[in-house]
């Protein structure tokens, strides 16, 4: 459902140029974009009543996916989406997209960029033209936050699960989908601290 597309003016429909090559490790990356997704998720349910987040069934859809599109050679990108809300509505999307422009303005993304292609699924793109992160915010009859890694050195799921002790156990099920319908395999849940200013 979600893809990991680059809507950046910069590098948008182009062949000759690359995203960005992150210097951080494949697990550092993987667990900052898990702690922005949560982050994003959580103003979502406080300030825009979306309720709680529900991850998907075990046999269902992934909670992280991947491509190397745009890529430079030995990198890949991993998207996280670990969940879905309630819907925003008509009313509460641009104060939502507003709110995530604030948030993640200060940590080097651009946008809004409107990614919709069908009006009752609007889409909200930001990009970081210095990592090649990207943030999707979509709602349709579910809210749906999507935040990527940008292109870290490594192969698809390099180093799992480390990470992903970040992930409260309330929304661990589906992973990497890998074995439909049974557990995944995760990092023992250690919540982040203060320190350091996540």
């Not at 090559?21 to 406080?46: H, K, N, W």
């Not at 995944?184 to 919540?191: D, L």
Request: glycine share 12%; with cysteine; aromatic share 10%.
């Amino acid at each position: 459902m979600a893809g990991c597309s680059d809507f950046s003016e910069r590098y948008y429909g182009r062949t000759d140029e690359y995203l960005p090559a992150r210097d951080v490790p494949y697990s550092e990356a993987r667990r900052e974009a898990i702690l922005l997704l949560l982050q994003l998720q959580q103003t979502l349910s406080d300030e825009f009543d979306v309720g709680e987040w529900t991850p998907p069934a075990l046999g269902g859809g992934s909670q992280v996916d991947r491509t190397t599109s745009g890529c430079p050679a030995g990198t890949v990108i991993e998207f996280w989406k670990l969940g879905t809300a309630g819907p925003l509505t008509g009313e509460t999307w641009p104060q939502a997209v507003d709110r995530f422009a604030e948030i993640l303005a200060p940590l080097g993304f651009s946008g809004p960029v409107d990614g919709t292609v069908v009006a009752e699924n609007p889409i909200a793109l930001f990009f970081n033209e210095e990592t090649g992160q990207q943030v999707q915010l979509r709602y349709n009859k579910r809210t749906l936050v999507v935040v990527d890694t940008g292109c870290v050195p490594g192969k698809w799921s390099q180093d799992w699960p480390q990470g992903t002790e970040v992930v409260p156990e309330h929304l661990r099920t589906t992973g990497r989908a890998i074995h439909s319908g049974e557990p995944e395999e995760w990092a023992p849940y250690s919540p982040p601290s203060d320190e350091g200013g996540d």
